[in-house]
């Protein structure tokens, strides 16, 4: 299922693919503990990566290809704040929406589990995940996420 040529770069390995940029897993660089895949039944790494893996490509995709990502819900007042300050700032991005906070939590679970970052808005700066909120309006401040626009 994975494709076959990986290339360690830093802490992640990722696919040797022009414009390919997402990891297949980091490793020692996260200081969050993580289950070892030798810990897990061929089974549950199976239904692990077959959940919601839809939602996780859509957002995968929009990473890879824009230069700034809002993942988000619908009603998550936190979402709105970013989307308020990227517009104010005129910033342009993208924003992806995952239902409400009545609908579609597996998909936002799934995200999770895949960003490693357990709430909304997830933002992403050229391929970066920079945070939520509080961490895009600091960004925004510091000038950083600026910055990594015109760096890359
Ligand atoms: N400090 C975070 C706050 C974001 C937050 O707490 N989001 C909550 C909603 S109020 C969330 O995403 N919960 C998970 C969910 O409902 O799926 C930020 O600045 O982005």
Same mark, same amino acid.
């Not at 589990?113 to 700066?125: C, D, E, N």
């Given at each position: 299922?994975?494709? !076959?040529? $990986?290339?360690?770069?830093? @802490?992640?390995?990722? #696919?040797?693919?022009?414009?390919?940029?997402?990891?297949?897993?980091?490793?020692?660089?996260?200081?969050?503990?993580?289950?070892?895949?030798?810990?897990?039944?061929?089974?549950?790494?199976?239904?692990?990566? @077959?959940?919601? =893996?839809?939602?996780?490509?859509?957002?995968?995709?929009?990473?890879?290809?824009? =230069?700034v990502v809002v993942v988000g819900?619908?009603? @998550?007042?936190?979402?709105?704040?970013a !989307?308020?300050?990227l517009?104010?700032?005129?910033?342009?991005f993208?924003?992806?929406?995952?239902?409400?906070?009545?609908?579609? $939590?597996?998909?936002?679970?799934?995200?999770?589990?895949?960003?490693? $970052?357990?709430?909304?808005p997830q933002v992403y700066v050229?391929?970066?995940l920079i945070g939520g909120n509080?961490e895009l #309006?600091?960004a925004?401040? @510091?000038?950083?996420l600026?910055? !990594?626009?015109? &760096? &890359?």
């Amino acid at each position: 299922m994975f494709p !076959r040529v $990986w290339v360690r770069r830093g @802490n992640c390995r990722t #696919r040797d693919l022009p414009g390919e940029r997402s990891c297949l897993y980091s490793a020692p660089m996260t200081p969050r503990p993580l289950l070892s895949d030798p810990a897990r039944t061929s089974q549950v790494a199976e239904k692990m990566a @077959n959940f919601h =893996a839809d939602a996780v490509t859509k957002v995968q995709e929009a990473v890879r290809h824009d =230069a700034v990502v809002v993942v988000g819900m619908a009603q @998550n007042p936190f979402v709105k704040k970013a !989307r308020v300050a990227l517009t104010e700032a005129d910033i342009p991005f993208t924003y992806l929406e995952f239902g409400s906070y009545l609908k579609g $939590w597996k998909e936002r679970l799934a995200i999770k589990l895949w960003s490693g $970052w357990a709430t909304f808005p997830q933002v992403y700066v050229r391929g970066t995940l920079i945070g939520g909120n509080d961490e895009l #309006r600091e960004a925004l401040a @510091n000038g950083s996420l600026q910055q !990594r626009l015109v &760096q &890359q």
